[in-house]
């Protein structure tokens, strides 16, 4: 019985309405980020990224905004600087909730590309204004370079596609 009863008194506080805390208005995203190559490019090994984005929160369940980022491919040793649009749905309102976050855009810096960075994750409130999430993401980044030769001055153009993860902080 002391067991049916706590796990109905957890299932409340986990399933407990948090709208107050998402209410409509400004809201802001912080992310680190890890992706391992699943293409087949040159671009073997591991992307390293971090991103913000700053935006509204129209209700509980849906954010739109925008931001930026910067991502490092380590066996390239290519910098991309993403510019993108992001939309966030939160698919419940709860202290815990599974989300779907897509982050989309262009890249600049020393190749520039479009850029597209699903993700589907889980944020947990930690404390009244902040929600720590934890998601499994894939990205994809187009690389388009002007390459210099003597004879012929040519655009090398390629995608890399990553799988990984990301730990961030929303407020």
């Given at each position: 019985?002391?067991?049916?009863?706590?796990?109905?008194?957890?299932?409340?506080?986990?399933?407990?309405?948090?709208?107050?805390?998402?209410?409509?208005g400004?809201?802001?995203?912080?992310?680190?980020?890890?992706?391992?190559?699943?293409?087949?490019?040159?671009?073997?090994?591991?992307?390293?990224?971090?991103?913000?984005?700053?935006?509204?929160?129209?209700?509980?369940?849906?954010?739109?905004?925008?931001?930026?980022?910067?991502?490092?491919?380590?066996d390239a040793?290519?910098?991309?600087?993403?510019?993108?649009a992001?939309?966030?749905?939160?698919?419940?309102?709860s202290?815990?909730?599974?989300?779907?976050?897509?982050?989309?855009?262009?890249?600049?810096?020393?190749?520039?590309g479009?850029?597209?960075?699903?993700?589907?994750?889980?944020?947990?409130?930690?404390?009244?204004?902040?929600?720590?999430?934890?998601?499994?993401?894939?990205?994809?980044?187009?690389?388009?370079?002007?390459?210099?030769?003597?004879?012929?001055?040519?655009?090398?153009?390629?995608?890399?596609?990553?799988?990984?993860?990301?730990?961030?902080?929303?407020?």
């Amino acid at each position: 019985m002391k067991r049916i009863f706590f796990l109905l008194i957890t299932l409340f506080v986990i399933t407990q309405s948090y709208s107050q805390n998402r209410n409509k208005g400004y809201r802001g995203f912080a992310d680190l980020g890890a992706h391992f190559n699943i293409g087949d490019t040159d671009a073997k090994g591991t992307s390293y990224n971090v991103s913000t984005s700053h935006g509204y929160q129209f209700n509980p369940h849906i954010f739109l905004g925008g931001g930026a980022g910067f991502d490092y491919y380590s066996d390239a040793e290519e910098v991309f600087i993403p510019l993108f649009a992001n939309i966030r749905l939160n698919l419940l309102d709860s202290k815990v909730s599974p989300y779907f976050d897509l982050k989309a855009g262009y890249s600049v810096g020393q190749s520039c590309g479009i850029y597209a960075n699903p993700s589907l994750g889980v944020g947990i409130f930690i404390s009244p204004k902040y929600v720590l999430n934890l998601s499994v993401s894939c990205v994809a980044q187009e690389s388009e370079r002007s390459v210099d030769h003597p004879i012929d001055n040519s655009i090398f153009r390629r995608i890399m596609l990553g799988a990984g993860f990301k730990i961030g902080l929303e407020f």
